[in-house]
């Protein structure tokens, strides 16, 4: 089966405390996105990264960092410096391919729910 | 102004109801527009891309109107699970992978 997968699937963290999530795809997607969303609040960009060892801030990077040294995986580490880090976090993956469908829907894995305690 | 703007709704309509959202988006350089849904507490899953000559998918038809910035969506007779959050989306002008998603529209279908 093709997908993306986050994990883990709830987390808690003490203030002061880095945390690491997890997000994997297998659908060969070349670009990987990091969601935040926030109760009755669109989904806002955190990070996102085109193509392997690059990635760019979205707009709310502050607090949080990246990496991507394979393809396939795209982690993101929330940062004591993030002042407000309890949130629902999305990450999404886009395909360039051609054809009449739009090579840059995002599909999304299933979440990850941050609570910091 | 939000760069995407939708009614927050709740839509609260019976089964078999025809419903519409609008959308509208701030920057006409978009190119690239979406329909997402998002059910309680679950990640946004891809309902139908939008085209500029407008698209159907079963009970769903989208429309894109580029002269005044808006995107419909029509629901025709409306299933109990249809209920959920719909999401308006569209690219940022200055990159084609970036979206920018709506806080989204709550629809509920009731018996």
């Known amino acids: 089966d093709g997908g993306i997968t986050q994990s883990p699937k709830y987390l808690f963290r003490k203030e002061g405390q880095n945390v690491t999530l997890s997000c994997e795809q297998n659908l060969n997607h070349d670009a990987m996105y990091w969601y935040r969303q926030d109760p009755g609040q669109g989904l806002r960009l955190i990070y996102y990264?085109?193509?392997?060892?690059?990635?760019q801030k979205g707009d709310i990077a502050e607090g949080y960092s990246v990496s991507r040294e394979k393809k396939e995986s795209f982690p993101l580490t929330v940062t004591s410096a993030q002042k407000n880090p309890t949130a629902f976090y999305l990450c999404a993956s886009s395909s360039r391919t051609s054809g009449r469908a739009s090579y840059n829907e995002q599909f999304f894995g299933p979440g990850t729910r941050l609570t910091v305690l | 102004r939000k760069e995407v703007e939708q009614d927050p709704g709740p839509f609260n309509v019976p089964e078999g109801a025809t419903v519409a959202f609008n959308c509208t988006y701030s920057?006409?350089?978009?190119?690239?527009f979406f329909w997402y849904r998002q059910d309680c507490r679950k990640e946004p899953k891809l309902l139908m891309s939008?085209?500029?000559s407008g698209n159907e998918d079963g009970r769903f038809t989208a429309q894109l109107n580029r002269a005044s910035q808006y995107i419909s969506l029509l629901i025709r007779d409306s299933k109990l699970s249809d209920s959920a959050t719909y999401l308006c989306v569209v690219n940022y002008p200055d990159s084609s992978y970036k979206l920018i998603f709506g806080s989204g529209t709550r629809l509920l279908v009731r018996p």
């Open positions: 990264s085109q193509i392997v060892n690059d990635f």
């Open positions: 939008v085209y500029s």
């Open positions: 920057n006409s350089a978009s190119q690239s």
